[in-house]
């Protein structure tokens, strides 16, 4: 009876293998800055950072890519190993805080934000690239402060992407660097 119970069970792993993917899988992480260009160490902020919107296809793990025929493609083996959105902010804000010494920055809505700081908003029209192309990052901002200032402004970038999806990911990360540079400079009255 042991005999058939360990070849039942043998044969049922077996079966649960075969429809699995046999793929292995690839988690990439966005990184902020590792040398500071240039910061405003004279200017120190309380700024709250929102994201207010993200396309619907980039909300999910996989990594997503295009064609030549504004296609999409989502890899099956190679992903984010955060939420897309989670990475953007944490990376903007790790940025922030090297370019901007000294500020407070909060993140909403995981974060309360406090009735004094600046309002920054981000929303993300791209955030994706073709493999032996180029990236595209595309994302509006806006920057509101208390005494009811605002200015806005349309990022976009375009890295060179070799043929690997490591290159992608160096490529909208160094997107994400740039806009925050672009975000500091403006921060800091530049």
Not at 61 to 80: G, H, L, M, Q, Y
Request: net charge neutral.
């Amino acid at each position: 009876m042991r005999k058939l119970f360990l070849v039942l069970l043998l044969l049922c792993t077996s079966c649960i293998q075969i429809g699995s993917d046999l793929q292995p899988r690839h988690y990439f992480l966005l990184e902020s800055v590792t040398e500071t260009p240039k910061s405003y160490p004279d200017n120190a902020f309380t700024i709250d950072l929102e994201l207010i919107g993200l396309p619907g296809y980039l909300d999910q793990p996989k990594i997503v890519t295009r064609n030549n025929n504004n296609e999409i493609d989502f890899s099956a083996s190679k992903r984010w190993a955060e939420p897309v959105q989670e990475s953007l902010m944490r990376i903007v804000r790790e940025n922030l805080t090297l370019l901007l010494p000294g500020s407070h920055i909060s993140v909403s809505p995981w974060e309360s934000s406090r009735t004094n700081a600046i309002k920054v908003k981000l929303l993300v029209n791209n955030f994706s690239g073709k493999l032996d192309g180029h990236t595209q990052v595309d994302i509006r901002w806006t920057i509101n402060n208390p005494s009811g200032q605002a200015m806005q402004g349309h990022f976009t970038d375009r890295q060179p992407v070799g043929s690997s999806y490591q290159d992608l990911v160096v490529g909208l990360n160094n997107g994400i660097n740039n806009l925050s540079l672009v975000l500091a400079k403006k921060l800091a009255g530049e």
